[in-house]
């Protein structure tokens, strides 16, 4: 089992639908989830990263954790072409980032 | 600088011959990392520098590859008799604080 994982998709919704990307993870130790950006042949960008379990929102984006289970989520509310894009999850503690696979999401005009 | 700086931003290769990569982190920044991301696959951990500490090691994936750190800033990621299986995006990312690490563009290297 991987430490982090995350439906590949791909996945597509119509412009200004809310998205729902997911995350599960086996670490207990990881203190620290975020949730990356990355556009074709760019690097990943660091969205927004919360601590232990609870919600953070920022602009149309919410983060979620919720460590009894183990699960992260990401919303995007209002989506629009530009998010399309791969989005990683992570975990981390002390100097220890682990990657989810990344989720494929288009958004269709 | 504003963000993490990579170069080259594209490397060509043939098989057989030495490669170096730069990174030069956010400025103060203690901890930098470098990455490796494959066609379709997840991020792969090669190695991470923390201030004047002995860097770990445990992602490298042959003794081809090394890299070091010089004045606690640049990093130079090094692959020594490139192989074809070494083609991936190589990204270099640095921090200062837990919860957030910060990518540089990367490093696409394609080995022919």
């Known amino acids: 089992q991987k430490e982090v994982e995350q439906d590949p998709g791909p996945l597509s919704v119509p412009e200004g639908a809310i998205v729902s990307l997911n995350c599960t993870y086996s670490?207990?130790?990881?203190?620290?989830f975020m949730w990356y950006r990355q556009y074709s042949r760019k690097g990943p960008e660091l969205l927004m990263y919360?601590?232990?379990?609870g919600n953070k929102e920022d602009g149309r984006f919410t983060a979620q954790v919720d460590k009894s289970s183990k699960y992260i989520s990401l919303f995007i509310r209002d989506s629009q072409p530009s998010d399309s894009a791969t989005y990683l999850c992570?975990?981390?503690?002390?100097?220890?980032?682990?990657f989810g696979p990344g989720t494929r999401l288009s958004v269709l005009p | 600088g504003a963000g993490v700086s990579q170069s080259p931003s594209n490397k060509v290769t043939e098989k057989g011959k030495d490669v170096e990569l730069r990174c030069d982190p956010i400025?103060?920044?203690?901890?930098l990392y470098w990455y490796r991301q494959s066609l379709g696959q997840g991020l792969e951990f090669l190695i991470y520098?923390?201030?004047?500490?002995?860097?770990?090691k445990s992602g490298l994936p042959s003794d081809r590859f090394s890299a070091e750190r010089t004045g606690g800033s640049v990093s130079t990621l090094t692959i020594q008799r490139t192989q074809q299986e070494d083609s991936a995006v190589y990204l270099c990312a640095s921090n200062r604080g837990p919860g957030e690490l910060f990518f540089g563009e990367g490093s696409r290297l394609t080995v022919l």
């Open positions: 670490n207990s130790a990881f203190q620290y």
């Open positions: 919360t601590y232990s379990s």
């Open positions: 992570a975990g981390n503690y002390g100097q220890n980032f682990v």
């Open positions: 400025s103060g920044h203690t901890a």
């Open positions: 520098f923390q201030g004047n500490s002995a860097p770990d």
